[in-house]
């Protein structure tokens, strides 16, 4: 629940300043805005599916020293 709570976060925030920005870009060079909102739009979803998965992945431990018992850890 927590990947698809920071997906739909970080994808409004992101789309939201994708609509601005186009809508800049639209006032001097009409013709570009939609293509590039377009292009800007996927890869904004897909780069907001990797944070998020990098957000929520688990940390890992760090790993036990090599060769050592459980007394010389301590």
């Given at each position: 629940?927590?990947?698809?709570?920071?997906?739909?976060?970080?994808?409004?925030?992101?789309?939201?300043?994708?609509?601005?920005?186009?809508?800049?870009?639209?006032?001097?060079?009409?013709?570009?805005s939609?293509?590039?909102?377009?292009?800007?739009?996927?890869?904004?979803?897909?780069?907001?599916?990797?944070?998020?998965?990098r957000?929520?992945?688990?940390?890992?431990?760090?790993?036990?020293?090599?060769?050592?018992?459980?007394?010389?850890?301590?």
């Amino acid at each position: 629940m927590k990947l698809i709570s920071y997906y739909v976060a970080l994808s409004l925030v992101a789309n939201v300043v994708v609509a601005v920005f186009c809508l800049v870009i639209e006032k001097v060079v009409p013709w570009i805005s939609m293509p590039l909102f377009l292009g800007m739009f996927f890869v904004s979803l897909w780069g907001c599916w990797v944070i998020a998965v990098r957000m929520t992945e688990p940390k890992i431990a760090s790993a036990p020293l090599a060769g050592a018992t459980s007394d010389q850890r301590a």
